[in-house]
C-alpha cells in the first residue's frame, strides 16, 4: 500500500454534506423496515441512485451506469428488516466521498485489489452478517444495474439460500409523501426555476443559438445554487417546437420563430418543473389565441388546489375546460407526473396520472408533488404550446410554486 493513499483513505473526512438531519433519515429506514414487513421482504438491496441518496444522502456524478464491462456496477446499499441500521457498499475509490455525502455509519469498500467488481465480497459480508437465507427484494425496474449485473447479482443470492423478488415499489411509494424538509426544498428549487426561466427570457433574441440560451439559463440556476437537473434542458426554435424532447443544438433562432424551454430548478436533488412558450416578434392573432386557451386550464388549476384533491376531480375538469374552449382535438401530451428526488437520465417520478383517469381516486395528500403538462399542437406548425406547471400540496394548502407567467412570452 502507498503511505499518500493509506493516509487519504483511512484519515481524510472532509465536511460533512447533507440535506437532512439524522432523525428524518431514521425516520425513513424505519418506515423501510416497516414496508418489507408487509411485503414479506427480508433484505433490501438497493442500488438505484434514487434511493441511495433517500436511504443515506448518497451523490455522486458518476454510476457507472454505461461503463466497461470491467467496470460493473456493484455498488449499493444492504437494508435487513431486523436491524436499525443498513450497510453500504462501494469501491475503494468512493471511501471518502461515502464519508461526507452520506449518513452511513457502516461503509465496507471492496478489496482494492478487487476494486471494481464486488459482488463476491458483498455476499461474504452478508452471509457473515447473517443477513441471507430469506426473501431479497431487487430494484428490479431500475436502469441500475444493468440487466446483466442484476442477473449476476440474483445467481449469487439464489446461491448463498436467497429468494429473489422484486422490491421496486418500496422505496418508489414511500417516496411518493415529502417531509416538510423535502416540501421546504421543492419550494427552493421553484424560486430556481423562475430564475431559469427569466434568463430564458432575457437571452431569446435573433441570432442566438439554442445553445446560448441553455447555457444563461444554466448559469443563472447555479449562480443561485441550483445542481444540474436530471434531464437535460431543452431549448427548441422553430419547426423544433412541435417536438418535446429534442436537444438544444446550435440552430439559430429567427425572428418569427417560437422557442420551447422547459427547466427544472434542483436544490438538495429536489425538482420543481415548469416549461414556458416564447415568441420571437408579435405572434400571429391564430397562434396566439391558441396559447390562451392552452395555458387558460392553470386558471382553472388554481381554483382546484387544494390537498385531498383527487385525480380523477383534476382531470374531470381540465378535460372538460379543454373541450368547453374547442382544442382537445389538437392535445399532444396532456397530464403530470410526480416530481420529488431526481438524478440523471430522469426526473419523472413514480406516479403518472392521464386525461383518461377521470374515475382515479387517488388522492394528492399534503406532502405530494406533480407537474400538470398542457400540450397541443398550435396553428400554423408553429409548435407545440409548452405549459408545464408544478403542483405542490402542503399541510393546509396547495399552490403553483413556479410565478412565471403562465402565457406565451412575446420577444420584442
Not at 312 to 334: C, H, K, M, N, P
Not at 354 to 379: A, I, L, R, W, Y
Request: charged share 20%.
Amino acid at each position: 500500500m502507498g503511505q499518500n493513499r493509506d493516509l487519504v483513505l483511512e484519515h481524510c473526512n472532509p465536511a460533512t454534506e447533507l440535506g437532512f438531519s439524522p432523525k428524518e433519515f431514521k425516520s425513513r429506514l424505519q418506515a423501510i423496515r416497516k414496508r418489507m414487513a408487509a411485503d414479506r421482504i427480508d433484505l433490501l438491496w438497493l442500488m438505484a441512485p434514487e434511493s441511495l441518496y433517500y436511504v443515506s444522502g448518497y451523490t455522486c456524478e458518476w454510476y457507472q451506469a454505461q461503463s466497461p464491462k470491467q467496470w460493473p456496477a456493484t455498488s449499493g446499499i444492504a437494508v435487513h428488516i431486523d436491524h436499525d441500521r443498513f450497510i453500504m457498499f462501494d469501491t475503494p475509490s468512493e471511501k471518502v466521498m461515502c464519508r461526507f455525502v452520506t449518513c452511513a455509519e457502516d461503509i465496507r469498500s471492496f478489496p482494492i485489489d478487487n476494486r471494481r467488481d464486488g459482488i463476491g465480497f458483498i455476499m461474504d459480508e452478508l452471509k457473515a452478517e447473517g443477513w441471507l437465507g430469506g426473501t431479497v427484494g431487487m430494484e428490479l425496474y431500475s436502469y441500475r444495474p444493468n440487466p446483466a449485473i442484476s442477473a449476476r447479482f440474483r445467481v449469487a443470492f439464489e446461491a448463498n439460500g436467497s429468494t429473489v423478488t422484486d422490491g421496486s415499489d418500496i422505496l418508489r411509494e414511500l417516496r411518493w409523501i415529502k417531509s416538510p424538509q423535502e416540501i421546504a426544498y421543492i419550494e427552493q428549487a421553484a424560486k430556481i426555476t423562475d430564475i431559469g426561466l427569466a434568463a430564458a427570457t432575457s437571452a431569446i433574441r435573433p441570432g442566438v443559438t439554442e445553445l446560448d440560451v441553455y447555457g444563461e439559463m444554466i448559469h443563472a440556476m447555479a449562480k443561485a445554487g441550483g445542481e444540474n437537473p436530471a434531464i437535460t434542458l431543452p431549448v427548441l426554435s422553430g419547426l423544433k417546437a412541435n417536438t418535446g424532447h429534442a436537444l438544444a443544438s446550435r440552430k439559430v433562432i429567427a425572428a418569427g420563430e417560437q422557442v420551447n424551454v422547459d427547466v427544472s430548478g434542483v436544490y438538495w436533488r429536489y425538482h420543481a418543473n415548469a416549461a414556458r412558450s416564447f415568441h420571437v416578434g408579435e405572434p400571429a392573432k391564430d397562434v396566439l389565441e391558441y396559447h390562451e386557451k392552452s395555458s387558460g386550464v392553470f386558471k382553472v388549476i388554481a381554483r382546484l388546489l387544494k390537498p385531498g384533491l383527487t385525480v380523477g376531480e383534476l382531470v374531470t375538469a381540465t378535460r372538460q375546460y379543454y373541450d368547453e374552449v374547442g382544442i382537445w382535438s389538437d392535445a399532444g401530451w396532456v397530464g403530470g407526473y410526480e416530481l420529488g428526488i431526481g438524478f440523471p437520465p430522469d426526473w419523472v417520478g413514480n406516479f403518472v396520472y392521464e386525461m383518461s383517469d377521470t374515475e382515479s381516486e387517488k388522492v394528492f395528500q399534503p406532502g405530494t408533488c406533480v407537474n400538470f403538462e398542457s400540450q397541443f399542437f398550435s396553428p400554423r406548425m408553429s409548435g407545440i404550446t409548452y405549459y408545464i406547471c408544478t403542483l405542490l400540496f402542503k399541510q393546509d394548502s396547495a399552490l403553483l410554486p413556479v410565478t412565471a407567467p403562465r402565457e406565451l412570452v412575446v420577444i420584442e
